[in-house]
């Protein structure tokens, strides 16, 4: 094994057993809580220091072996570093999994195309993996390249292609409901609008094909309806005093005043100065109305188009009644944003 080979076992080993091995007995060697032996006796084996040694042993082996065979670029790579981030998910090495999936994506890009479909399997294992973690930032990077992969490769009218927009979007939402970024207000304001467009964007796009039957959209209309509400809901809670006018801030008045000079002769001086417009807080609130309604409006239409389709005879009586609580919710809400609105 080479040295760079063996530092990484060793590096991974380190991680693996550092903080988590109780006190040696005896001679025996350590082992991991909760990991099953070979034999499985009762569950309450555990894999040994050196057990666990062997395997990352044989993974890196494997790959050295590869890669010395076939050169380091080959696709049979791909699956080798992913069979080795399988590993070190199931042993909560989430670091190093990501890392060895990140190869395993590279090598795919070189193999298949930076555009290709295949990728998509590379992509949801990274995307997985970084959700367990936590690595929020990391899910968001790999969602938004999952949804660019499947938008070249499906055309919009493909299933394929609604399902994609569907589950980026609802990415999206959760980025927003539950601000895994981290974001301030406005930032996290313009990507709730960036996700109500994108939404508005994509569902243009597949209309416009008139191939998916209406009846199929109605997680899009209602995904696009969800990131309206808490667009309309975070901007009727927000003070008219955030919001730019439409009118002038400031106006220039001409002032007289009868000055008297150094003779004693009193003349007339006029000069500009500056004041607050009145109109403009009342066309700052006119403004942050316009906002609240412009998405409010959006939900209307959507709940109108929910309607319409629940009449179709395609439907079932549970994909009505799901219709029915979906409307519902849609109405309360709205409605409450409306009344919230009109007290800031």
Known sequence: MTKRRMITVLAALSLLLCGSLPAAQDDAAPALPGLATADGEGGAGQLSAQELNTQLSRHLQHIEQ?????????????????????????????????????????????ATGLQSERQLPIVNQIIDTASAAGDWVAVDKHKALAFYIGARAFSPDDMSYVEMVDDYGRWKTRLVRENLLGLDFRSRNRLAEDASEFYRRELARIEEEGVIPEAELVSLIHGKSQIDIEVAQSVAATPYTYFEGTASRYVSETVCDMVRDANGKVSRVCYSVQRENPRYRESQRDAKRFAVQRYLRSVELAITRLETIQNQPVLTAEERDSLTTQIREMEVAADRIGRSARRY
């Open 66 to 110: 590869l890669e010395t065979e076939l050169g380091w670029s080959d696709p049979a790579l791909i699956e080798a570093y992913s069979d080795l981030a399988a590993w070190y998910r199931e042993h909560d090495m989430s670091e190093e999994a990501m890392s060895q999936l990140t190869q395993a994506l590279y090598l795919s890009r070189i």
